[in-house]
């Protein structure tokens, strides 16, 4: 009989899971480490953070390791103006007339709030 690993489901409760059942993850960007696993009562992803010291006792157990960092774009330069909560209320506005794809189609990338400067 292999090992088994007793984590918790918020729906659940404790649940007894093989190591395949879960995934250990060390993210490059921060060092954050966590776990996860679908629960095999109510099939919900479960991800829990969790020291380094566990994901290495999962690791040696035969838990997968995933390896993963915050996406490239998070260190692009935005230049543009922060998106606001007036923009939110323009966008919805625009989206509630039943126009709203052909308008946005005929206004191509000035769309999105490019402004005209000159
Ligand atoms: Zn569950």
């Not at 989206?95 to 490019?114: E, H, N, P, Q, T």
């Amino acid at each position: 009989m292999g090992t088994t690993i007793r984590a918790t489901c918020p729906n659940c409760g404790d649940v007894e899971l093989g190591v395949a059942d879960l995934t250990a993850l060390l993210c490059s960007t921060n060092d954050a480490a966590s776990y996860s696993f679908r629960c095999p009562g109510c099939m919900v992803l479960v991800t829990k953070s969790t020291g380094r010291r566990v994901v290495d006792v999962l690791v040696s157990s035969g838990v997968e390791l995933r390896r993963w960092r915050f996406p490239a774009e998070l260190e692009e330069p935005h230049n543009g103006q922060a998106f606001a909560p007036a923009d939110v209320v323009a966008l919805r506005e625009d989206l509630s007339r039943s126009d709203w794809y052909a308008r946005l189609v005929a206004a191509g990338s000035g769309f999105a709030g490019d402004s005209e400067e000159g």
